[in-house]
Antibody, heavy 121, light 107 residues
Framework: EVQLVESGGGLVQPGGSLRLSCAAS????????MSWVRQAPGKGLEWVAN????????YYVDSVKGRFTISRDNAKNSLYLQMNSLRAEDTAVYYC??????????????WGQGTLVTVSS | DIQMTQSPSSLSASVGDRVTITCRAS??????LAWYQQKPGKAPKLLLY???RLESGVPSRFSGSGSGTDYTLTISSLQPEDFATYYC?????????FGPGTKVDIK
């Protein structure tokens, strides 16, 4: 069974840092683009970042550029999101999502269960 | 960035009804469109990709169509488990962007 399990969410003060992890299983992790997508409470979905199979290409939504870093460890079948300089508007459930092996087929399936990040003093 | 809009933002329907949701992109996206279903407290689930291709395991009452900037998701006969929020997403260009969602609830 293909499975994605996020961890690392929690309460952090504005300006703080947090590192999210996503453990993948049930598929060849190193063959897929991977993404983080977030959803603020009661709001819609927003793509945050993605990373190529070998980590050589990374892309970010403008609102997190320079603050968030996506990375992966194919040996550990894991995806990460380092979040620095956190703001209240970063409060959201963060989902790890598998894309496809191809950069122009950027839909997401499956998704993890999500991990909640709350930025508040 | 490509902006996505959806209509209606919400609708009330009965079991057995035919339901259509519209998604519009701010520029042509060449059928690079996916649809997701999300239930409260759960992660989104992929329903269709490439505008009209049904994801494996998704019931055939779900279908998609469209071209250029305008796309539709149709549920041919609404079932109790279909009450949820539906999102479209374009992947024609980076960043991929989602529509604001359409909530389908029980009439």
């Amino acid at each position: 069974e293909v499975q994605l399990v996020e961890s690392g969410g929690g309460l952090v003060q504005p300006g703080g840092s947090l590192r999210l992890s996503c453990a993948a299983s049930g598929f060849t992790f190193s063959s897929y683009w991977m993404s983080w997508v977030r959803q603020a409470p009661g709001k819609g979905l927003e793509w945050v970042a993605n990373i190529k199979q070998d980590g050589s290409e990374k892309y970010y939504v403008d609102s997190v550029k320079g603050r968030f870093t996506i990375s992966r460890d194919n040996a550990k079948n894991s995806l990460y999101l380092q979040m620095n300089s956190l703001r209240a508007e970063d409060t959201a459930v963060y989902y790890c999502a598998r894309a496809t092996p191809y950069s122009d087929e950027n839909w997401f399936d499956p998704w993890g269960q999500g991990t909640l990040v709350t930025v508040s003093s | 960035d490509i902006q996505m809009t959806q209509s209606p933002s919400s609708l009330s329907a009965s079991v057995g009804d035919r339901v259509t949701i519209t998604c519009r992109a701010s520029q042509g996206i060449s059928n690079s469109l996916a649809w997701y279903q999300q239930k409260p407290g759960k992660a989104p689930k992929l329903l269709l990709y490439a505008a009209s291709r049904l994801e494996s395991g998704v019931p055939s009452r779900f279908s998609g169509s469209g071209s250029g900037t305008d796309y539709t998701l149709t549920i041919s006969s609404l079932q109790p488990e279909d009450f949820a929020t539906y999102y479209c997403q374009q992947y024609y260009s980076t960043p991929p962007t989602f529509g604001p969602g359409t909530k389908v609830d029980i009439k």
